[in-house]
């Protein structure tokens, strides 16, 4: 096995290297502006998984008062409730037909293997749950990853072999004919 440490390829079983899919040498249109969108999309992320969850909790508190404290019992199931919103959020949107959560669609990214491949549900939710768990633990570190190299890719992406790339210039949107 061999191993190209330029971040170029990855390693095969026949000795070579195999180039990555999105070379950001010879496009950096594809990763242009990527970190500070991907800060945006986060945000907006974050609004989507929390609003359910809020209401969740204010229902809970309601419910409560209406049943004399007895429907406060529901507490105890919101925090699992809110993290498996966030995994089930983060597989079925990056798992869908276009790779992205709803804030990497308002900002115009999506999410794709090394080799090219569209996200599927599994890696949707390992790229969230490895998120949460490196920034538990190194978060200066995970962000300052993705400013020292070509692709923008933050510490999880590494692991888990994804790229960010910018949707539109990936697969350009054809211009509508004008009038003759």
């Given at each position: 096995?061999?191993?190209?440490?330029?971040?170029s390829g990855?390693?095969?079983n026949d000795g070579g290297v195999q180039?990555?899919?999105?070379d950001p040498y010879l496009h950096p249109e594809?990763?242009?502006g990527?970190?500070?969108r991907r800060v945006f999309a986060f945000l907006i992320d974050m609004v989507v998984i929390s609003v359910p969850?809020?209401?969740g909790y204010v229902f809970i508190a309601l419910f409560g008062v209406v049943t004399l404290g007895i429907?406060?019992?529901?507490f105890w199931i919101a925090w699992p409730a809110s993290v498996i919103w966030a995994i089930v959020y983060y597989g079925a949107c990056i798992g869908g037909p276009s790779s992205a959560t709803i804030g990497m669609r308002v900002m115009d990214l999506e999410l794709r293997t090394w080799y090219g491949a569209p996200g599927y549900f599994v890696l949707g939710a390992t790229?969230?749950?490895?998120?949460?768990?490196?920034?538990s633990f190194l978060s200066p570190f995970v962000v300052l990853v993705g400013l020292f190299n070509g692709r923008r890719r933050l510490l999880h992406d590494f692991v888990l072999g994804t790229v960010v790339i910018n949707n539109s210039v990936r697969a350009p949107v054809p211009q509508a004919a004008g009038p003759y």
């Amino acid at each position: 096995m061999s191993y190209d440490s330029s971040d170029s390829g990855v390693w095969r079983n026949d000795g070579g290297v195999q180039p990555h899919a999105y070379d950001p040498y010879l496009h950096p249109e594809l990763f242009r502006g990527v970190a500070t969108r991907r800060v945006f999309a986060f945000l907006i992320d974050m609004v989507v998984i929390s609003v359910p969850v809020i209401l969740g909790y204010v229902f809970i508190a309601l419910f409560g008062v209406v049943t004399l404290g007895i429907g406060w019992a529901l507490f105890w199931i919101a925090w699992p409730a809110s993290v498996i919103w966030a995994i089930v959020y983060y597989g079925a949107c990056i798992g869908g037909p276009s790779s992205a959560t709803i804030g990497m669609r308002v900002m115009d990214l999506e999410l794709r293997t090394w080799y090219g491949a569209p996200g599927y549900f599994v890696l949707g939710a390992t790229h969230a749950v490895l998120f949460w768990i490196t920034v538990s633990f190194l978060s200066p570190f995970v962000v300052l990853v993705g400013l020292f190299n070509g692709r923008r890719r933050l510490l999880h992406d590494f692991v888990l072999g994804t790229v960010v790339i910018n949707n539109s210039v990936r697969a350009p949107v054809p211009q509508a004919a004008g009038p003759y």
